[in-house]
T-cell receptor, first 116, second 113 residues
Framework: SQTIHQWPATLVQPVGSPLSLECTVEGTSNPNLYWYRQAAGRGLQLLFYSVGIGQISSEVPQNLSASRPQDRQFILSSKKLLLSDSGFYLC???????????????FGSGTQLSVL | AQSVTQPDIHITVSEGASLELRCNYSYGATPYLFWYVQSPGQGLQLLLKYFSGDTLVQGIKGFEAEFKRSQSSFNLRKPSVHWSDAAEYFCAVGASGNEKLTFGTGTRLTIIP
C-alpha cells in the first residue's frame, strides 16, 4: 500500500530564517507530487507540482521554492521566511498518467508553520 | 481557468439534522469534481468524486453529492449528521490531463447537540 510522510508536524521559525519541509511517498513509482498551502481563513492554494524528478511547476510567484531530488521526495524551501509564509502546508501525491491524472489526491498530515 | 466557489464559510446544524454544503464550479468542459474533509490539524481525506456517469455520487461516511451541469453545482449532502462530522469541507475541481486540482475556500461545519 502507498503511504505519504510529511514532516515536521509543527514548526515555529523567526522571520528571515530558512525553511525546509520534506515529503516522501512510499509504495508507488513516478507519482505526481504537490505542495499546497492553507492560510488562516482561506482555502487551499496550490504552490508547486511535479510530474517527475527535477520537473517543478510553480503556480504562485512567491518566496518559496520546491525541489524533487528523487522520484518520491518533494521538498519545499525558503531562503528567508516572511510573516506571510505562515500557514498549514500540505503535501500530496497522485498516480501519474492515464486519462484521469487527478483521479485521486492523497494528502499528508500537514505541517503547521508559524513565522514570528 | 477552472475555479470553485463555496459560498458558505461556516454552517451550524443540530446533530441528527440533514446537511447540504454548496459548491459551484467554473470550467469550460466536463469537470472532475471532488469533496474532501479535513479534521482539525489533519490532512485531507477524500469523501467522494465525480468523473462521469450517474450524477448522484455516493461517498464514505454516508455522504453523497449531486452533479448538476445546468447549475454548475456539486452540492454535498448527508441525511443525518453525527457529532463526528464536525470538520472543514473542501470542494475541488480538476480536469483530464490537467495536473492541477483547484480547491474552494472551504466550509466549516459545526454540530450542536
Amino acid at each position: 500500500s502507498q503511504t505519504i510522510h510529511q514532516w515536521p508536524a509543527t514548526l515555529v521559525q523567526p522571520v528571515g530564517s530558512p525553511l525546509s519541509l520534506e515529503c516522501t511517498v512510499e509504495g508507488t513509482s513516478n507519482p505526481n507530487l504537490y505542495w499546497y498551502r492553507q492560510a488562516a481563513g482561506r482555502g487551499l492554494q496550490l504552490l508547486f507540482y511535479s510530474v517527475g524528478i527535477g520537473q517543478i511547476s510553480s503556480e504562485v510567484p512567491q518566496n518559496l521554492s520546491a525541489s524533487r531530488p528523487q522520484d518520491r521526495q518533494f521538498i519545499l524551501s525558503s531562503k528567508k521566511l516572511l510573516l506571510s509564509d505562515s500557514g498549514f502546508y500540505l503535501c500530496a501525491w497522485a498516480p501519474i498518467g492515464g486519462p484521469r491524472t487527478n483521479e485521486k489526491l492523497f494528502f499528508g498530515s500537514g505541517t503547521q508553520l508559524s513565522v514570528l | 481557468a477552472q475555479s470553485v466557489t463555496q459560498p458558505d464559510i461556516h454552517i451550524t446544524v443540530s446533530e441528527g439534522a440533514s446537511l447540504e454544503l454548496r459548491c459551484n464550479y467554473s470550467y469550460g468542459a466536463t469537470p472532475y469534481l471532488f469533496w474532501y474533509v479535513q479534521s482539525p490539524g489533519q490532512g485531507l481525506q477524500l469523501l467522494l468524486k465525480y468523473f462521469s456517469g450517474d450524477t448522484l455520487v455516493q461517498g464514505i461516511k454516508g455522504f453523497e453529492a449531486e452533479f448538476k451541469r445546468s447549475q454548475s453545482s456539486f452540492n454535498l449532502r448527508k441525511p443525518s449528521v453525527h457529532w463526528s462530522d464536525a470538520a472543514e469541507y473542501f470542494c475541488a475541481v480538476g480536469a483530464s490531463g490537467n495536473e492541477k486540482l483547484t480547491f474552494g475556500t472551504g466550509t466549516r461545519l459545526t454540530i450542536i447537540p
